[in-house]
């Protein structure tokens, strides 16, 4: 579902994959390749959000107001990210909270079920796990930081083939 708020229309680039049952609502910008999976919540009434270029929010997530996705970056099933930035080519696993005035730097992981409390400068090419999520270690060429490759192809392989049943 994608619906308009106070005159605040989402924009959303024709490359872009959005699912059925994906929320968007408001102040939102979803550009060129980014997909957003089934259940995902962009809600966009209180601030904007923008999902740079090739980035994908899998399924369940939750963002609101206030939030940048970047290029390449992926966010996990059930993860939620509120008023934060997320780096180029990072990842906020499964099922981490990424709350407001936070920066998330490029090429970091955010370990599943991590908790960044609020304005923590998470460094790039590092792993931080926990809750208060701490950084554990640095990361190079980690198979996660391309993982938006991956949803690119795949958004397209759904909109081929995929067909509402009922």
């Known amino acids: 579902m994608i619906r308009s708020f106070e005159g605040m229309t989402p924009e959303i680039a ?16 979803i550009e060129a390749d980014a997909s957003v999976w089934p259940g995902t919540v962009l809600r966009g009434d209180e601030g904007e959000i923008v999902l740079r270029e ?26 939620i990210v509120h008023s934060a930035t997320v780096g180029r080519r990072s990842m906020v696993g499964m099922g981490a909270i990424v709350l407001d005035g936070s920066t998330i730097g490029a090429e970091s992981l955010v370990g599943a079920n991590s908790v960044v409390v609020e304005d923590t400068d998470v460094p790039e090419s590092v792993l931080v796990v926990g809750s208060p999520a701490k950084v554990v270690k640095e990361v190079e060429d980690s198979p996660w930081t391309s993982a938006s490759d991956h949803y690119i192809e795949l958004a397209k392989r759904h ?3 995929s067909e509402l049943i009922r």
């Not at 980035?55 to 609101?64: E, F, G, S, W």
């Open 54 to 79: 090739g980035c994908n929010v899998q399924d369940n997530a939750t963002l609101h107001e206030g939030t940048e996705i970047g290029p390449y970056a992926t966010v996990g099933h059930n993860a």
């Open 159 to 161: 909109d081929e083939t």
């Open 14 to 29: 024709e490359s872009a994959r959005v699912d059925e049952s994906a929320v968007v609502i408001g102040d939102v910008t």
